[in-house]
Nanobody, 119 residues
Framework: QVQLVESGGGLVQAGGSLRLSCAAS????????MGWYRQAPGKQRDLVAA???????NYADSVKGRFTISRDNAKNTVYLQMNNLKPEDTAVYYC?????????????WGQGTQVTVSS
């Protein structure tokens, strides 16, 4: 089992930056994928960025070139550096851990952190 705690959200003006952190309750070195998702009011939860245990990354098209995901296995923490923020980035951001099981995956979620970008 993995508990995930996000931090770093807040209110920022358009063009500004924030760094989100996700601290895990145990080692993340063997977790297949760690990622960030976001959900705006009335919309579905969508992938923002993910990084595998091998270091491969995947980004939503809307954040490519602006956001960077990284994982620090020594600190059991995943980060999301968000630059040049836009009002459309406003959402609750959730940390996700995908743990590989025989023939399947199990998803763990944090409680979410609010990011609000003002125009």
């Amino acid at each position: 089992q993995v508990q995930l705690v996000e931090s770093g959200g807040g209110l920022v003006q358009a063009g500004g930056s924030l760094r989100l952190s996700c601290a895990a309750s145990r080692s993340i070195s063997s977790i297949w994928s760690m990622g960030w998702y976001r959900q705006a009011p009335g919309k579905q939860r969508d992938l923002v960025a993910a990084v595998t245990s091998g270091g491969s990354t995947n980004y939503a098209d809307s954040v490519k070139g602006r956001f960077t995901i990284s994982r620090d296995n020594a600190k059991n923490t995943v980060y999301l550096q968000m630059n040049n923020l836009k009002p459309e980035d406003t959402a609750v951001y959730y940390c996700n851990a995908a743990v590989q099981l025989p023939g399947s995956f199990f998803q763990y979620w944090g409680q979410g952190t609010q990011v609000t970008v003002s125009s």
